[in-house]
């Protein structure tokens, strides 16, 4: 087959890619800049909008974002919003029949201390720039789907982790890999979060591509078949990498006391609040065998990767 990739350049598209082309597929990327002259599986946003891609796509998998919560210019809109309509715009161009968008989890909302579950029918309750333009994005999808007679996924995701990761969780975790400390509070053993990992993504769109009915006009969420506290993340990561980073355990009052400066609040429940989605419906999927945090981190020290 053919697919269409966006932000195969990225650590999420990177990982696709090198996935894709492992399965026999022929991948052509799509991006903001050629700069591979003599690569012709390669294209620019124009050379696509004008037609100029000389090929037919079996699928286009769109994962291109900018990558921050909120901005004063229109670059969140830009490079959500009017890209992903442009991109559909120009999916007949290609014959192309069959669309995957990449969206997020934060359109229902930011870690709290409540401990809600989200799931696909959950009330939509976006707070950042780039999580409203997600909504929109995934409004767009929707409604183009029925008028350019096409079939879409739209995956939600947590925080992703895999190698060569550069994201939050990944600026935490290289605290462990330096061996500086970390904190952990009493209070934030109970607080539990979703996280995927790049292994289950992978396992994931191999699925779809092995069995293009699967991308039925539908929104899932994705993630570990577990949720978990950010300190046992951590805890976990430690033991695996056998690093010699101390974790501080500071009592529950001390936690109580930061609450209260609202400045450090806002970190604070940031970091380590809770913020679970539900995902029986891809784990209902029998070919799919999503793996928990505990063994996607464990790809994490080994370096070994599936599917690939």
């Known amino acids: 087959m053919d697919i269409a990739l966006t932000g195969s350049s990225g650590f999420i598209g990177g990982h696709l890619k090198k996935l894709i082309e492992g399965l026999g597929h022929n991948v052509i990327c799509i991006a903001r800049a050629n700069t591979e002259k003599l690569n012709t599986n390669k294209y620019t946003y124009e050379d696509l909008f004008l037609g100029k891609v000389k090929s037919q796509f079996d699928c286009m998998i ?40 990449f969206s997020t989890a934060k359109v229902y909302g930011e870690p709290s201390l409540h401990a809600d579950i989200f ?66 509070f009493g209070k934030s ?54 690093s010699k980073s101390i974790i501080i355990s500071v009592p529950n009052i001390i936690f109580q006391i930061l609450m209260k400066i609202p400045v450090i609040k806002n970190i604070l429940i940031k970091l380590y609040g809770n913020f679970v989605i539900d995902t029986k419906c891809i784990n209902e999927i029998s070919e799919i065998n999503i793996l928990d945090t505990f063994e996607g981190l464990s790809y994490l020290n080994n370096g070994e990767e599936k599917n690939e």
Do not use: Q
Not at 70 to 94: H, M, Q, W
Not at 214 to 226: E, H, M, P
């Open 62 to 101: 769109h994962l291109a974002s900018p990558n921050y919560d909120y901005a004063k210019d229109e670059s969140l809109n830009t490079g959500i919003v009017e890209l992903t309509r442009e991109i559909i715009t120009c999916l007949p161009l290609y014959g192309c029949k069959k669309f995957i968008f």
């Open 119 to 184: 799931s696909e029918n959950s009330k939509l309750n976006p707070i950042s720039d780039y999580a409203r333009a997600k909504v929109i994005a995934e409004e767009i999808t929707r409604k183009m789907s029925s008028e350019l007679d096409f079939k879409y996924l739209i995956y939600r995701m947590p925080l992703v982790y895999g190698s060569n990761m550069k994201s939050n969780i990944g600026r935490l975790l290289n605290i462990i890999n330096s061996g500086y400390p970390f904190i952990s």
């Open 189 to 242: 053993k109970s607080l539990k979060k979703s996280f995927l990992c790049i292994e289950n993504i992978k396992t994931i769109i191999k699925y779809n591509l092995m069995n293009t009915d699967s991308i039925d006009n539908r929104v899932l969420n994705i993630a570990d078949k577990n949720s978990i506290a950010l300190d046992e993340v951590i805890a976990n990561y430690k033991v695996i990498t056998k």
